[in-house]
């Protein structure tokens, strides 16, 4: 370790803390201001030296301006000192579910010399940050883990001091990923930056404009709430605007100033595991990439049915463990699962797992907070049954409803009657492959836009999810305040952490990451590739959301396949306006109860499909299902891509480009070859839900 290397980054970061200080101290002054003033013109009164004239008039005004300024001043600091900011949400880890894992931390905060985390926490995301949660509104949690500390037969006074003197620290949050992939060794060394920022945090000027900075982004969070009467209203503006003035002064000076504890805490972790630590980057890397492709590809069709996969981090290993089996330049990753998982540090694996995957599903997808009726847990052998096979039928149905709106098939006086022969395959064939517009569906072709329009219901694709966040006081930022800017501000800003692309090495600054740094897998893994297109691979979860895209061909033909697609928009639309809001869950915790329930999803992971990959979803769907029922194929689950057909043991991965021949171009014959190679019967009749 340099010892010049870390007094300098230290020394920076404390010349910077003492610029956002004196800021403080200007805005004091200023405020102060008129009162001088006022105080001068009385003593200038009562000796003798001013008074008569306009003087007595003058002397009246600055009163009460300094009066109007002391009361503005004393209602931004107590909106500022009581504003609460919000938590990132977590799952706790108690000391004594995971001893093995304290252990760990605080040996290597001896190593390196700083104070220990004063506790542990995981996030359902590839990212590991200091969290600072020594508010007064977090004062319960914080006593609560005070009393549980306590040790019988000790002194009351030197217990009391030496767990404020811990209770001071930041909380450590690690990504729960990292602890089912990672060894324990790379886990160590990957958390040896992060936890070597608690030294620069113990400053008390470093950790004075934290709480300054963070107080002001509460601030300006509890000015910009919703739900205000108009008196109200205008006083919080007059106190937001005062806030964001502030903050805009001081952006600067709190920047550098994490960047100067980032560089401390970077140089001070030098000394241990160094060579295990540029390992352990690496799989971080492949980590995340994994993470995303399981949440995107395997997690989210889940959600959408009402089921929640218990187990994801689980789920995590095993992903990557195909993925170093398809992939040569992952190759020797998986030879690294004979060491010993950092997760064998927590006493009940299953369960922190669980949590954490409730959370993740919560954050991803806005799902309830607690499991229910319309909210169970799924098992990954019972995945392909529950999930994979409900979720073909459930689109088989669907595109069968919409077909039978439009009348396709029909001779009957009643075209929305369903037909004689059935929900088949060979139905919705004939009907892609029509060269014109079917006499039933010319009455159609009109309200296409209408029912596109229908699909426009709720735009998933709307920012109102992640601006949000505004509203719960921010998740904590690079220099321990919460950030002020909305999501896609604080995403491009670059989070001081581990994870995907954008991001820093994790724990480069040895605190909290980018206020929404927390948020969800992008496209990052994409590149992982297996077989099949990003939505149209086989029940590739795609999105609900489903906006009209001008640039899909699809959105503008009014052929069989444009009608088509814009009445399953229509559909879906349909079926989520009437799906029942969910209600806020009760008992919340204080990592959930600054969340505004109609924000969530935070994080949403998919933008809103084309009329194209809806209706190619629900076609691959329907010829899933019709080789289910007469082919012998099976439902399954691949780790990289999620639902799957599976024929003879084997993913039939040359389905998907069939499928898009079919709805692109109207040219049934390849998947025709395809079908009549497998045994699938096109006019037998499949089963729906």
């Known amino acids: ?83 609460r900011p919000a938590l990132s949400p977590t799952v706790p880890i108690a000391e004594k579910s995971a001893p093995d894992l304290y252990r760990l931390v605080r040996d290597l905060a001896d190593r390196l010399d700083v104070p220990a985390p004063s506790a542990i926490a995981l996030t359902p995301d590839c990212d590991s940050w200091l969290e600072d949660r020594t508010h007064p509104a977090h004062g319960s949690a914080a006593k609560d883990r005070d009393g549980s500390r306590a040790t019988d037969g000790a002194p009351a006074g030197g217990v009391r001091g030496a767990h404020h003197r811990a209770l001071d620290a930041p909380v450590l949050v690690i990504g729960s990923p990292f602890l089912w992939w990672m060894r324990v060794g790379e886990l160590r060394a990957v958390l040896a930056p992060v936890v070597a920022g608690t030294g620069p945090s113990a400053h008390p000027d470093i950790a004075a404009a934290r709480r300054f900075v963070r107080g002001l982004d509460a601030a300006v969070a509890v000015a910009s709430a919703p739900g205000r009467n108009p008196v109200t209203r205008v006083v919080l503006g007059g106190v937001g605007w005062v806030a964001r003035l502030l903050l805009r002064n001081c952006r600067v000076h709190a920047a550098e100033m994490e960047r100067g504890v980032a560089a401390a805490a970077a140089e001070r972790a030098q000394t241990v595991d160094y060579g295990v630590r540029i390992v352990a980057q690496e799989q971080v890397g492949l980590a995340y990439a994994g993470w995303d492709r399981l949440l995107t590809r395997v997690a989210l069709p889940a959600w959408r049915m009402g089921r929640w996969p218990s187990r994801l981090d689980a789920g995590v290993v095993s992903a990557l463990t195909e993925l170093s089996r398809r992939d040569r330049l992952a190759e020797g990753f998986a030879s690294r699962l004979g060491e010993r998982p950092a997760c064998d540090l927590l006493e009940e694996p299953g369960c922190v797992d669980e949590a954490a995957s409730l959370l993740a599903a919560r954050l991803f997808h806005g799902g309830p907070a607690e499991q229910g009726p319309d909210w169970a847990p799924v098992a990954w052998q019972e995945y392909p049954d529950e999930v994979v096979d409900r979720k073909w039928r459930m689109d088989a149905a669907r595109l069968h409803r919409v077909l039978d709106s439009l009348g396709v098939g ?100 040895g605190h909290e990451p980018d206020a929404r740094s927390l948020g969800g897998p992008g496209d990052d893994a994409r590149s992982l590739g297996g077989p099949g297109d990003d939505a149209l691979a086989l029940g590739g979860p795609g999105g609900d959301a489903h906006a009209p895209d001008d640039s899909d061909p699809l959105a503008r033909d009014e052929g069989p396949g444009g009608v088509l697609a814009a009445g399953l928009s229509a559909e879906l639309a349909r079926e989520e306006a009437a799906a029942p809001v969910r209600s806020a869950p009760v008992g919340q915790g204080p990592d959930e109860a600054l969340w505004d329930h109609g924000a969530l999803p935070l994080f949403p992971l998919q933008p809103p499909r084309t009329g194209r990959e809806l209706l190619a979803d629900h076609v691959t769907a329907m010829v899933c299902c019709a080789a289910v029922d007469t082919a012998g194929a099976t439902p399954g689950l691949d780790w990289l891509d999620g639902p799957a057909l599976m024929v003879d043991g084997e993913r039939a991965a040359d389905l998907a480009p069939r499928v898009l021949r079919l709805v692109e171009h109207g040219d049934p014959s390849a998947l025709r070859d395809w079908l009549t190679r497998l045994g699938v019967r096109q006019e037998k009749p499949v089963r729906l839900v």
């Open 1 to 83: 370790m340099s010892v010049t290397g870390v007094e300098v980054g230290a020394q920076a970061a404390r010349s910077r803390a003492l610029a956002v200080l004196r800021l403080r101290s200007r805005a004091l002054a200023v405020a102060l201001l008129p009162a001088a003033a006022a105080v001068v013109l009385l003593a200038g009164r009562a000796t003798g030296h001013v008074g008569g004239g306009n003087w007595d008039v003058v002397g009246w005004v600055v009163t009460v301006l300094a009066v109007l300024v002391l009361l503005a001043a004393a209602g931004v600091s107590l909106v500022v000192a009581r504003a």
């Open 410 to 509: 029909h001779h009957a006086a009643d075209p929305t009657t369903p037909g004689p022969e059935g929900p088949t395959l060979a139905r919705v064939l004939d009907h892609l492959t029509a060269t014109g517009v079917p006499g039933a569906l010319a009455s159609d072709v009109s309200d296409a836009s209408g029912l596109a329009g229908l699909a426009d219901g709720p735009d998933l694709s709307d920012a109102s999810g992640l601006t949000g966040l505004a509203g719960v006081s921010g998740i904590s930022d690079a220099s321990g305040a919460p950030a002020v800017s909305d999501v896609s501000d604080a995403l491009a800003s670059g989070a001081q952490g581990s994870g995907g692309s954008g991001r820093a090495a994790l724990g480069s600054d």
